[in-house]
Nanobody, 125 residues
Framework: QLQLVESGGGLVQPGGSLKLSCVVS????????IGWFREAPGKEREFVAA????????YYAAFVKDRFTVSRDGAKNTMYLQMSTLEPEDTAVYYC??????????????????WGQGTQVTVYS
């Protein structure tokens, strides 16, 4: 059974950091395009960051502005999102997703085939 499980969310003050993890099971990271998305209250789910199947390519939403880093560990079947310089606008539920139909980078939520349950990130002052 294919499954994605996020963790690492929490409460943090502006300027703080968090590292999210997404552990996948039932498939190998090489077999799917994977990425991070987020959904804030009252807003649509939006793309945050993506990493290629090989791990050699990454892509970020414009609002990331060099604050986040996406990475993966094939041996642990885990994807990460290191977030720094967090802002209140980053408050959202963060999801990891996987797509079999996307060859390169997963940047559109409608192309995802599988989703995790999400992890809440709250940036408060």
């Amino acid at each position: 059974q294919l499954q994605l499980v996020e963790s690492g969310g929490g409460l943090v003050q502006p300027g703080g950091s968090l590292k999210l993890s997404c552990v996948v099971s039932g498939f190998r990271l090489d077999d799917y395009a994977i990425g991070w998305f987020r959904e804030a209250p009252g807003k649509e789910r939006e793309f945050v960051a993506a990493i290629s199947r090989s791990g050699s390519g990454t892509y970020y939403a414009a609002f990331v502005k060099d604050r986040f880093t996406v990475s993966r560990d094939g041996a642990k079947n885990t994807m990460y999102l290191q977030m720094s310089t967090l802002e209140p606008e980053d408050t959202a539920v963060y999801y990891c997703a996987a797509s079999a139909q996307t060859e390169k980078l997963l940047t559109f939520p409608e192309r995802a085939d599988y989703w995790g349950q999400g992890t809440q990130v709250t940036v408060y002052s």
